[in-house]
């Protein structure tokens, strides 16, 4: 518990001013109190959202110096309310799907064009992302973190029949926004907290500078750099399925599968490292998961890939650049194939 005051006391209690009349340091049995402009603070209650945001207006009477100190006193009071709140958010909605495809199969459904030329894999879990919510894909899961990819099928979301999950970045770039529960919560691509309740989807947190994959995602925020893909395989990870396909996986320049074309500050390079990251992260932690991108572009031997035979007959450069090193998607389908509905 953190107190905040800006009297001083006496009784046995010492006291060290470091920030003149605005902080007032005090230890009394072994217990340290911080006192700032009068207020009380206690750092796990929606009050300190409020108190925060009063103190950092008072911050612009401060000296250069007491903006130095206060600053990083606010940062880690912000810390710790964020990360209380993102282990309070996902308890509520993660512990319930731990392991529950355990040793089974996982599809995680990307939207790049290759997507058009695969068929669903009979008994495998689908985890879509973003506009593979228009597909006739059967769907469980599907995850999506930025409001401008979903905001032309908000009604299709609606009538989704499936477990949806929308992602909310935690990323502390200053006190002045990680104060919030979210750092982004003003940023024009967020998924306004409406929106999310229209589609009665879950929210979750993610963070885009993590270095490796979060492996207990019921009291860390995901690991998701520039694409909420990273998520849906951390997701995977967690049912304890033994296999994840990667499909629509592109990571090129080429678009997506509805014939859509990528914005101006899509980077296809960047992606690509991001996912080698990625790889090693997995690799490293869960070695005994087999990973295999279906019809690779950008992930080309990455890890295991295979293609499916719809795909060869349209690019049959493919079988002469490959030769004997190819490997055929062993398809167990559907009844339909994957459209546009």
Same mark, same amino acid.
């Given at each position: 518990?953190?107190?905040?005051?800006?009297?001083?006391?006496?009784?046995?209690?010492?006291?060290?001013?470091f920030l003149g009349k605005?902080?007032?340091?005090?230890?009394?049995k072994g217990r340290t109190k911080i006192k700032i402009f009068g207020h009380k603070i206690f750092s796990r209650t929606n009050r300190n959202l409020r108190l925060l945001n009063d103190l950092k207006e008072r911050v612009d009477f401060l000296t250069c110096e007491q903006k130095v100190r206060t600053n990083s006193l606010l940062r880690e009071l912000s810390a710790n309310y964020l990360s209380?709140?993102?282990?309070?958010?996902?308890?509520?909605?993660?512990?319930?799907?731990?392991?529950?495809e355990k040793g089974g199969t996982?599809?995680? +459904?990307?939207?790049?064009? *290759?997507? $058009?030329? /695969?068929?669903?894999? @009979?008994?495998?879990?689908?985890? !879509?992302?973003? =506009?593979?919510?228009?597909?006739?894909?059967?769907?469980?899961?599907?995850?999506?973190?930025?409001?401008?990819?979903?905001?032309?099928?908000?009604?299709?979301?609606v009538k989704l029949k499936c477990n949806k999950f929308v992602g909310i970045c935690a990323n502390p770039f200053s006190w002045k926004e990680s104060y919030k529960a979210s750092a982004l919560n003003d940023h024009p691509r967020i998924i306004p907290d409406s929106v999310i309740e229209k589609i009665h989807a879950n929210k979750f947190y993610f963070k885009t500078n993590l270095r490796e994959i979060s492996r207990n995602i019921e009291l860390?925020?995901?690991?998701?750099?520039?694409?909420? +893909?990273?998520?849906?395989? *951390?997701? $995977?990870? /967690?049912?304890?399925? @033994?296999?994840?396909?990667?499909? !629509?996986?592109? =990571?090129?320049?080429?678009?997506?599968?509805?014939?859509?074309?990528?914005?101006?500050?899509?980077?296809?390079d960047n992606i690509v490292k991001d996912w080698h990251l990625f790889a090693e992260s997995l690799k490293l932690f869960y070695p005994d998961i087999e990973i295999v991108s279906i019809n690779p572009v950008g992930l080309r031997g990455l890890f295991k890939d295979v293609y499916t035979k719809e795909y060869l007959k349209a690019n049959p450069e493919l079988r002469e650049e490959l030769g004997?090193?190819?490997?055929?998607?062993?398809?167990?389908?559907?009844?339909?194939?994957?459209?546009?509905?």
């Open positions: 518990m953190i107190i905040i005051s800006n009297k001083s006391f006496k009784d046995g209690k010492k006291s060290v001013s605005f902080f007032v340091k005090e230890t009394f209380q709140t993102i282990a309070n958010q996902h308890q509520k909605i993660f512990p319930k799907y731990k392991n529950k996982a599809v995680v +459904v990307a939207t790049g064009p *290759t997507l $058009a030329a /695969y068929t669903p894999i @009979k008994n495998a879990v689908h985890i !879509g992302v973003n =506009s593979t919510a228009k597909t006739n894909i059967p769907l469980k899961y599907w995850f999506a973190t930025d409001i401008i990819a979903i905001e032309t099928f908000i009604d299709k979301l860390e925020p995901f690991y998701n750099l520039c694409s909420c +893909v990273f998520s849906a395989v *951390t997701f $995977a990870v /967690y049912l304890g399925v @033994k296999r994840i396909y990667l499909v !629509g996986c592109d =990571s090129a320049n080429n678009g997506y599968f509805d014939d859509r074309k990528q914005t101006g500050d899509f980077k296809a004997k090193n190819i490997e055929i998607l062993n398809e167990k389908p559907d009844k339909k194939k994957t459209k546009r509905k």
